[in-house]
């Protein structure tokens, strides 16, 4: 046993392991910067943002194209996660190990919380926005929602580039894999952009709060999304493409999991 833990830390230590932990670092950073600067642009130019419709497209566009270029620019070397919900889900389905999961997890919010101090410090002191629910929604409410828009996020990553997919993916299919992740955000922004947020990436709220010091309703952007995520890897694996999972990797040119999204 001792033996077996020694073999996987050396390989989470790897360069092709460190690598894919570097690269999940700057796609979320890219993302987070582009989803809350778009917020804090949004709010300087429409003060009033909860009645002007305006600002709910310019973020979920925003967040859109971010996200695209952040799974795009990451996918051949870490799978392209930029997600703490999308690594859980490929740790759950048993195509990254826990310990490589756990890095991903730490490079993803600390990414997100740079890109928030970058916004606050660069933006002469605004502040940076959360993510909040609605006032006439409950903290389960809000769960549920969060829970079935990652669902569908997590599993369009799934079919956009199956985990069990072989090898190198052309530029192409990884760009068009990409593009329609980044769609399906964008598309659940506009459709509950003003119930919770539409966070759907624990790291996208988590950022804001450490910054901001407002960590009030955090659960529900773990709980939901970490849930739906699961459940999103466990419909692909089991009922829609049902197969054994491959086995871990112990040594591949990503350092600790092969390109599993796009």
């Known amino acids: 046993m001792a033996s077996n833990l020694r073999v996987h830390l050396k390989h989470c230590f790897s360069p092709p392991s460190l690598r894919s932990y570097f690269?999940?670092?700057?796609?979320?950073?890219?993302?987070?910067?582009?989803?809350?600067?778009?917020?804090?642009s949004a709010r300087m130019l429409t003060p009033d943002v909860t009645s002007n419709a305006s600002s709910l497209v310019a973020t979920a566009v925003a967040q859109s194209f971010g996200l695209f270029a952040a799974v795009f620019i990451a996918a051949d070397v870490s799978g392209g996660h930029v997600n703490p919900a999308v690594t859980f889900a490929f740790a759950?389905?048993?195509?990254?190990?826990?310990?490589?999961?756990?890095?991903y997890w730490t490079c993803q919010l600390l990414?997100?919380?740079?890109?928030?101090?970058?916004l606050h410090f660069l933006s002469a002191g605004q502040a940076v926005p959360t993510t909040r629910i609605a006032v006439e929604m409950t903290g389960f409410g809000a769960s549920i929602v969060e829970?079935?828009?990652?669902?569908?996020?997590?599993?369009?990553?799934?079919?956009?580039?199956?985990?069990?997919?072989?090898?190198?993916?052309?530029?192409?299919?990884?760009?068009?894999?990409?593009?329609?992740?980044?769609?399906?955000?964008?598309?659940?922004v506009l459709a509950a952009g003003?119930?919770?947020?539409?966070?759907?990436?624990?790291?996208r709220s988590f950022g804001p709060a450490v910054v901001s010091g407002?960590?009030?309703?955090?659960?529900?952007?773990?709980a939901g999304p970490m849930i739906g995520a699961?459940?999103?890897?466990?419909?692909?694996?089991?009922l829609v493409f049902p197969s054994a999972p491959e086995p871990l990797p112990h040594e591949s040119r990503h350092g600790s999991v092969e390109t599993v999204v796009v």
């Open 23 to 40: 690269a999940e670092f700057i796609s979320t950073f890219l993302f987070v910067f582009t989803a809350v600067g778009s917020a804090i």
């Open 92 to 103: 759950i389905g048993g195509h990254i190990g826990v310990p490589t999961a756990i890095f």
């Open 111 to 118: 990414g997100s919380t740079l890109a928030c101090l970058v």
């Open 147 to 188: 829970g079935v828009m990652t669902f569908m996020v997590v599993y369009t990553v799934h079919v956009a580039g199956d985990p069990r997919g072989q090898g190198r993916k052309g530029l192409a299919t990884s760009a068009l894999g990409a593009l329609v992740v980044g769609l399906v955000t964008g598309a659940c």
């Open 194 to 203: 003003s119930l919770t947020g539409a966070s759907m990436n624990p790291a």
């Open 214 to 222: 407002d960590f009030k309703n955090q659960a529900v952007y773990w």
């Open 230 to 238: 699961a459940v999103a890897a466990l419909v692909h694996q089991n």
